[in-house]
């Protein structure tokens, strides 16, 4: 089992800044994806933005240029900065650790990240 303890969510004006982390603990899997998804109210979850156990980042075109993942090996956590924040940003925000292929996946119990237009 892994578990995933997220921080940093909360309220922002837009134009804003905020960063999220998200650390695993328990097992661990040499090879694995570290990522974060977002759900807004009457919309399905949706992958922001997630980084491979090798350093490889993929991010949804809404937020390319605006948010940034890293993740930091030795702690086992993983980062998002998000800047330019928009009222459309505004969501629950969940960090997931899964396999290559969803073999296994994890999620974290979610942080609200709300913009304020």
């Known amino acids: 089992q892994v578990q995933l303890v997220e921080s940093g969510g909360g309220l922002v004006q837009a134009g804003g800044s905020l960063r999220l982390s998200c650390t695993a603990s328990g097992r661990r899997f040499s090879i694995n994806v570290m990522g974060w998804y977002r759900q807004a109210p009457g919309k399905q979850r949706e992958l922001v933005a997630d980084?491979?156990?090798?350093?490889?980042?993929n991010y949804a075109d809404s937020v390319k240029g605006r948010f940034s993942i890293s993740r930091d090996k030795d702690k086992n956590t993983v980062y998002l900065q998000m800047n330019g924040l928009k009222p459309e940003d505004t969501a629950v925000y969940y960090c997931?650790?899964?396999?290559?292929?969803?073999?296994?996946?994890?999620w974290g119990q979610g942080t609200q990240v709300t913009v304020s237009s």
């Open positions: 997931n650790y899964r396999g290559w292929y969803w073999e296994y996946a994890y």
């Open positions: 980084i491979t156990s090798d350093g490889t980042t």
